[in-house]
């Protein structure tokens, strides 16, 4: 089983960037680069939900809320992916998570992580 170790998170104002990194463990370094990588992001009260995908292939799918906004990454050898964030506004508040994904519903593959905080202020 992974464990995912999201960082990079912070307090920034509106219009701000950030650069958000997902670390997973050794234990899938098999694998790693066969899977598809997203990220997620819970908002208080609200359900979690998918801001971007990535397959092993490089493609690259955004939700419309962030698309042009933010770019997802990977980097195979280190075992990371990154979600370049920019022009952020205060409704990307929310808690960010990574994980793999499975089939057309991007099941999470793996034991979500801690997550890290991004809060946008007006």
């Known amino acids: 089983q992974a464990q995912l170790a999201e960082s990079g998170g912070g307090l920034v104002q509106a219009g701000g960037s950030l650069r958000l990194s997902c670390k997973a463990s050794?234990?899938?370094?098999?694998?790693?680069?066969?899977n598809n990588w997203s990220w997620h992001r819970q908002a208080p009260g609200k359900q979690r939900e998918l801001v971007?995908?990535?397959?092993?292939?490089?493609?690259?799918e955004y939700a419309d809320s962030v698309k042009g906004r933010f770019t997802i990454s990977r980097d195979n050898a280190k075992r990371l992916v990154y979600l370049q964030m920019n022009s952020l506004k205060p409704e990307d508040t929310a808690v960010y998570h990574c994980?793999?994904?499975?089939?057309?519903?991007?099941?999470?593959?793996?034991?979500w992580g801690q997550g890290t905080q991004v809060t946008v202020s007006p």
């Open positions: 994980n793999a994904v499975m089939g057309s519903d991007f099941r999470p593959r793996y034991n």
């Open positions: 050794r234990t899938i370094l098999s694998v790693f680069s066969g």
């Open positions: 971007a995908t990535i397959t092993s292939g490089g493609s690259t």
